[in-house]
């Protein structure tokens, strides 16, 4: 796509950084900014946002892009604020955002925009043959502002109706509608905002809070437009490298000084929110602190826990929740009590008599903790989530200012003393065990990688090329197929303390996929992070097993494997007892490294490759860090060139003869087009990864909506009755035929190929 | 005498020969080209065809199965054909997809040319 923001002229309107500097999103970026068509584009789109996620910038860099290009797309951004108190203040301020940001469009003038201005003084910047309508549109309002609330709301909402036709189409970016339900007033606005945006026949983008945008979208369409459809976008926290490139592209744009070791800390505290990694850092600007430490850093976070940013945001969203002052402790005691797991989780009716509250009254707060993902409520379930660590953070603290009654200073000494306490455990490696673990897919693997005194014997203070050799030609184990992933807590099981949240899963899995009783077996795994980087000792193994042991009892799980993960391996008893008594697996770090890497998860969180410790007790460990390489391309004629290309200046990093090398660029060539052929890809994007390890290169293709021909024997396309046409299909025998292993993978919207070339022959 | 091509696929006539030049990349796009411009000149009564690959690095499935078709029509035609100047990574995809069995492979064009003319005058017995 050509971006105007690469062109020189390009200038910033709305968005609070350069286009340059805006990190992990341009995926989303691309597809806003390709709905902004002077036709009719259906369907709408929908953004989805996890909490804190932070969508607003995504939709400012979208409206930047727009308003640059300058064509007959004319973009408007508003977002619902909590300074607007009614429904009618905010259809009027937006009213008067949409006349700003016209007027500023058709100046092709960014101040204005940005500037302040009532209505009478927007009609002096019109041009002269925009003068008259918006005259119209001005006097128009001012008739109805006595009038009926819903009407005035409505007509404002369906203003950008007016732009004559010939000045081109209004593309409207409508941000934090999930804001919209809490004005109050008679008007529900969040339902008038839905209705009025499919009424007025826009293109518009409509961004909220995943679970509430898609039930106000429901409720406001339900009867008026029952077959109207979105298209939906879920826009996620960061990935722990983008949270990484965050924290230090905004620290340099602050000036705020940053270390490793800090940033690495931030990624991990604020669990990839840019919102509350953008919030930490002004603070630290604003207050002129350098974070070039660990205390620095929790000192400063314990403050903004207690008063700063992070303070407003969960103060104002649990006032949402709870508006009754008296209620607020109770719902904070409850909330901690099951995420410190003194409590198990709670039925409508305790929380009713705990909370004293009407059912309806609980409904509605339910429904509120619900859409902020604090709790998981289906009918009489509730399910209290832990969320990230910031907001048990705050829990914490407000449980024991609240409702221990504790003093202030006492209280923020604890928990700046707890944080400090926690950061070892923190700094550990970057593991998502549940990545790893859903990727199981029946394939062979080194069985010596879940064995971890065999593979100590076997492989301690060996080269990487030798582990890897070995590792070839090892006796495999053969995995089963994962059908389900949970965290512990979404079980709520309680951890012993060596182990975070994430750090311990529960894998649904079936041998051989054989979907039967006598195939299952559930997956029990914990990685353990020991302090001062000991290895597990025997009483730890062993309460470690029972406790897992104990939850696949009290679930009712029929078989199990106990697999335990340990930075630094077991003691000998430890692993006599692992044994012996419940036939458990044990990893170290480096073994659960080989396997995310023999997997191809690693680069995909599975493990972070730049792990900073851990690996200094196994020597080899470290050097023989893969090279990952990602390309994401528009379906275009020829495009499989530029991938073909790309991937032989990679692969001529690895003593490729120059044969083996254009197998893999035809292969590749092949993989594209099939893609460009049977995609039904709706972003029409296809993604590549190149994957450069010792001895192979691994090239993973992938497309939103693949069905690759012949994959069920049959083409994607059966109208065609060619000659041409039905000689089709060579593409697969070949890329069976160049590379050594392929592998197609559906995944969940999708289909994913994955092409491996060993570099069995050296370049001669 | 060389003929300008609407489709931009240069091309020329030695006697009943047809010698149509590839480009260095062969998918749908030249493929196709390549196949009207075959098809003009087996209607315009050429017996013979070359397709020259001296200019030819890539070619890639799609590529092929539109040689297919080139080759059916002058098979349908009685015309024969012979490919020129193939690469050595190419010649191996014609031989790992069996187009190899339905055409001649020549060094160059000369060579092709030759080849072609020996056809020509080999008396046709019923």
């Known amino acids: 796509m050509n971006k105007s923001s690469s062109s020189k002229n390009f200038r910033r309107v709305l968005a609070q950084v350069e286009p340059s500097e805006f990190i992990g999103r341009e995926t989303q970026l691309d597809r806003i900014v390709a709905r902004a068509k002077p036709e009719k584009v259906q369907p709408n789109l929908l953004l989805l946002m996890e909490p804190a996620a932070g969508v607003s910038e995504l939709l400012r860099q979208a409206y930047d892009e727009i308003f640059n290009r300058q064509n007959s797309v004319i973009p408007i951004y508003f977002a619902f604020t909590r300074n607007e108190t009614t429904a009618v203040s905010a259809a009027i301020e937006f009213l008067i955002t949409f006349l700003q940001q016209y007027i500023a469009f058709r100046e092709n003038d960014p101040a204005i925009a940005q500037s302040t201005l009532t209505l009478q003084e927007l009609l002096a910047r019109a041009q002269a043959n925009d003068r008259q309508w918006i005259k119209e549109l001005v006097e128009e309002y001012k008739r109805r502002i006595s009038g009926d609330d819903t009407e005035l709301v409505r007509f404002c909402l369906l203003a950008p109706q007016q732009i004559p036709a010939e000045r081109g189409r209004p593309f409207i970016m409508l941000d934090g509608a999930q804001l919209a339900q809490y004005l109050n007033g008679s008007v529900q606005l969040g339902k008038e905002v839905v209705s009025m945006l499919v009424r007025g026949g826009f293109n518009f983008v409509l961004a909220g809070l995943r679970r509430q945008i898609l039930d106000a979208t429901r409720k406001a369409l339900g009867e008026a437009y029952p077959t109207y459809e979105f298209e939906h976008m879920l826009v996620t926290r960061l990935t722990p490298h983008e949270s990484s490139q965050l924290v230090e592209q905004v620290a340099r744009r602050h000036e705020v000084a940053t270390s490793e070791h800090t940033r690495d800390l931030l990624v991990q505290q604020f669990d990839g929110s840019p919102f509350f990694i953008n919030a930490f850092l002004q603070t630290a600007r604003a207050k002129g602190k350098g974070l070039t430490s660990h205390f620095d850093c929790q000192r400063l976070y314990v403050e903004e826990l207690f008063g700063g940013h992070l303070h407003s945001y969960f103060e104002t969203l649990l006032e949402e929740i709870s508006p009754e002052v008296n209620t607020r402790p109770q719902l904070i005691k409850l909330l901690w009590n099951v995420v410190s797991g003194k409590r198990q989780g709670q039925s409508f009716a305790d929380w009713q008599e705990l909370l004293s509250l009407d059912e309806d009254e609980l409904k509605t707060m339910l429904g509120r903790l619900h859409m902020h993902e604090f709790v998981n409520w289906e009918a009489v379930n509730i399910h209290v989530a832990t969320g990230p660590d910031v907001w048990t953070d705050y829990l914490k603290l407000r449980y024991a200012l609240d409702v221990a009654n504790k003093p202030r200073a006492l209280v923020f000494g604890d928990t700046l003393t707890d944080l400090l306490k926690r950061q070892p455990t923190k700094q550990g490696a970057q593991v998502n065990l549940g990545k790893v673990v859903s990727r199981f897919n029946c394939q062979q693997v080194p069985e010596v990688l879940f064995d971890y005194a065999k593979f100590s014997r076997k492989y301690k203070g060996e080269e990487p090329e030798i582990i890897h050799s070995g590792l070839e030609t090892d006796p495999k184990l053969e995995l089963p197929q994962t059908v389900y992933v949970a965290n512990c807590s979404s079980l709520q099981i309680q951890l012993p303390q060596t182990c975070e949240d994430k750090h311990c899963v529960i894998a649904r899995t079936f041998k051989q996929r054989r979907y039967s009783d006598a195939q299952e077996v559930v997956w029990l795994v914990a990685y353990l992070h020991e302090k001062d980087a000991v290895a597990v000792n025997e009483a730890d193994a062993r309460r470690w097993c029972e406790r897992l042991k104990a939850v696949g009892k009290d679930f009712q799980f029929g078989d199990s494997q106990i697999w335990l993960i340990s930075n630094s391996g077991f003691t000998d008893e430890a692993l006599e007892l692992m044994e012996k008594e419940h036939k458990a697996f044990s990893s170290n770090k480096q073994q659960f490294k080989l396997l995310s890497d023999w997997l191809g998860t690693t680069g995909e969180s599975g493990v972070d490759a730049e792990s900073p410790e851990g690996d200094s007790g196994n020597p080899g460990a470290g050097n023989s860090k893969p090279s990952e390489f990602s390309l994401e391309m528009p379906f275009d004629d020829e495009n499989e060139l530029i991938a073909a290309g790309t991937l032989e200046l990679l692969a001529r990093r690895l003593p490729f003869r120059t044969e083996a090398i254009n197998q893999i660029k035809l292969a590749v060539i092949e993989a594209c087009i099939n893609v460009f052929e049977h995609s039904f890809s709706p972003d029409r994007k296809i993604s590549q990864r190149f994957r450069l390890e010792s001895d192979r290169l691994v090239v993973t293709i992938s497309s939103r909506g693949v069905v690759p021909t012949n994959l069920n024997g049959a083409s994607s396309r059966s109208d065609t009755t060619e000659a041409a046409e039905a000689r089709r299909g060579y593409g697969l025998i070949l890329i069976r035929s160049l590379m050594d292993e392929v592998e197609f993978e559906r995944v969940d919207d999708g289909t994913s190929l994955r092409m491996t070339k060993y570099l069995r022959e050296t370049a001669s | ?126």
Do not use: W
């Not at chain 2, 196949?35 to 070359?50: I, T, W, Y």
């Not at chain 2, 490919?83 to 190899?100: A, I, R």
């Open chain 2, 1 to 126: 005498m060389d003929k300008p091509s609407s489709s931009l696929v240069r091309s020329h006539c030695v006697g009943t020969t047809a010698v149509v030049y590839a480009s260095d990349y062969l998918n749908r796009l030249t493929g196709e080209k390549i196949e009207r411009e075959c098809r003009r000149q087996l209607n315009c009564g050429c017996r013979a065809l070359v397709i020259d690959f001296s200019d030819t690095k890539l070619v890639n499935s799609i590529g092929i199965s539109i040689l297919l078709g080139i080759i059916d029509v002058a098979e349908k035609s009685g015309a024969k054909i012979a490919f020129s100047e193939v690469n050595s990574q190419t010649v191996q995809l014609f031989e790992m997809l069996g187009l190899t069995q339905h055409v001649v492979l020549a060094k160059d064009e000369h060579e092709a040319l030759l080849t072609l003319s020996g056809f020509e005058t080999t008396p046709i017995v019923h």
